[in-house]
């Protein structure tokens, strides 16, 4: 192929790869919003939409669902074909394991759960549940693509394995490549809150879309860190470990084995060792239920007693946590995520007076938090947009084939 030839398919990759990611955002779209979005001409448009929807990767829309009303003839919406693809989004946390299936729109297809003592479990055992769990919500599905599995912990970053985490004493699990050895399809390991970050891109791309931070207040404290657009994450791991920025030195223990972590006094099992009046250096207990820290949280609000300054404590960990990443980073808007924005108006002046003693401190009236109370939705909705965008870049973006490369051959199908 000549050079010239060469940069024309480059640019028709491009333009497919721009076509597909206007109407994946868009969820459907008329070819003039596309040229709007896109910025290609009208008839570059329309023949990369022909040719999408002659491979199946795309659709158009049904009766009813056109482009937005204009003056003369309605539009025709297209969107994307939902049975082009399908992709597996796994979450291991404390104790459990949820799958849930998507179609390449991004539309649940399926979704089940299960208890796992993952304390207790070999690290054989964590395996072979994943492909169980994988395997079941995948059976019939033959156009099973991509997996991505979310776990509670770090992971490396190339996205092949579980380094570490509280909820299993078993470390450097293989996950992805059991899985892609069991499956036949690219597989990656991605950190919990690294997903709860893209899920917030895509689902208000307003409010986050270049610097933005995703933190998990529960058990434990995690973190997503968006920055100029892009996940961050370390050259050797998965990165983002807030909860384990030091707070107090030679303090409190932390269920990571090191002393003195944010994690060791805002993590639920700090807040109520703390409000227990307990050794600070006893380890910390597997697992706090939802109503005893509701229970906590009335008592903190009812009096000025151990609760509320164990409340207190932990809002000023994060404050002076956050205010230092605000050091490096400056303000940002920020989400927090999970069981423990259910004492969030008791945490809060803590935080913000702990960030008025920081570098920050001069923009902290202006800082606004965003809570939501449960982290599995917006944990599932980053997978499988991680998986999804990564199947509009690989394959269909490329040009789809016959049988993309990592599909199940007919013969090695889920069952």
Known sequence: ?????????????????????????????????????????????????????????????????????????????????????????????????????????????????????????????????????????????????????????????AGTELQWSPITPHGNILFGPALEKAFGVPVTVQND???????????????YRDNFIAILLSQGIGMGLMLDGKLFTGTRSSGGEFGHMIYRPEGAL????????????????GIWRRAQGGDLNEKPVDDIEAATMEELASAARREDGPERAAFREAGQAMGFGIGNLFALIDPAPIAIIGQGTAAFDILEPAIRNALAQTASGQHTEAIMFETQPNEVPFIQHGSAMTALTALDREIFGPARQSAPAGSLAPDERVA
């Open 1 to 157: 192929m000549t050079i010239s030839g060469i940069r024309h398919d480059e640019m028709r990759k491009r333009n497919r790869a721009l076509v597909i990611a206007a109407v994946r955002q868009a969820g459907q779209a008329s070819r003039t919003e596309i040229a709007r979005l896109t910025g290609l001409s009208h008839s570059t448009i329309s023949a990369i939409a022909s040719m999408l929807i002659e491979e199946g990767t795309m659709r158009e829309a049904g009766l009813g669902e056109t482009g937005r009303a204009r003056r003369g003839r309605p539009q025709v919406a297209i969107g994307l074909n939902p049975d082009a693809a399908a992709v597996v989004c796994l979450y291991l946390a404390f104790n459990s394991l949820s799958a849930v299936l998507v179609d390449y729109c991004g539309r649940v297809i399926e979704r089940r759960s299960e208890r796992l003592p993952t304390l207790t479990m070999s690290r054989e055992g964590l395996t072979d549940a994943a492909i169980a769990a994988a395997r079941d919500i995948a059976q019939g599905h033959d156009r099973l693509l991509r997996i991505v599995f979310a776990v509670q912990g770090i992971t490396d970053s």
């Open 254 to 269: 932390c269920r990571c084995g090191s002393h003195g972590c944010i994690e060791a006094y805002a993590g639920s099992y």
């Open 193 to 207: 809150c690294n997903m709860m970050a893209v899920a917030l891109r895509w689902l208000n791309p307003e409010r």
